[in-house]
């Protein structure tokens, strides 16, 4: 059973940065892709970011520029640093990876954006 247990989460002041983790159970290779999505009270979960086994990566447009994944393969952990972070990325940030077209989710990590 594969197991993803993000941290990292907290609050911070505008403009500042944070970086979230996500710890897997297995391999990361074993993995088509990992991402980190998040969601706002009130809205629906949206995607954030990508990364794909072959070490490409995806962002969404509204963090393009400031949010960075990365991974680190002998610790079987994806990372997502966040920069600039403004009010708006205020959510519950969720860790996902896909396995043989079976979705996997983390319980997620609050982060909160606030002066």
């Known amino acids: 059973q594969v197991q993803l247990v993000e941290s990292g989460g907290g609050l911070v002041q505008p403009g500042g940065s944070l970086r979230l983790s996500c710890a897997a159970s297995?391999?990361?290779?074993?993995?088509?892709?990992m991402c980190w999505y998040r969601q706002a009270p009130g809205k629906q979960r949206e995607f954030v970011a990508a990364?794909?086994?072959?070490?490409?990566?995806n962002y969404a447009d509204s963090v393009k520029g400031r949010f960075t994944i990365s991974r680190d393969n002998a610790e079987n952990t994806v990372y997502l640093q966040m920069n600039s972070l403004k009010p708006e990325d205020t959510a519950v940030y969720y860790c996902?990876?896909?396995?043989?077209?079976?979705?996997?989710w983390g319980q997620g990590t609050q982060v909160t954006v606030s002066s």
């Open positions: 990364m794909y086994s072959g070490g490409s990566t």
């Open positions: 297995g391999s990361i290779f074993s993995f088509n892709v």
């Open positions: 996902n990876a896909v396995q043989n077209l079976r979705g996997y």
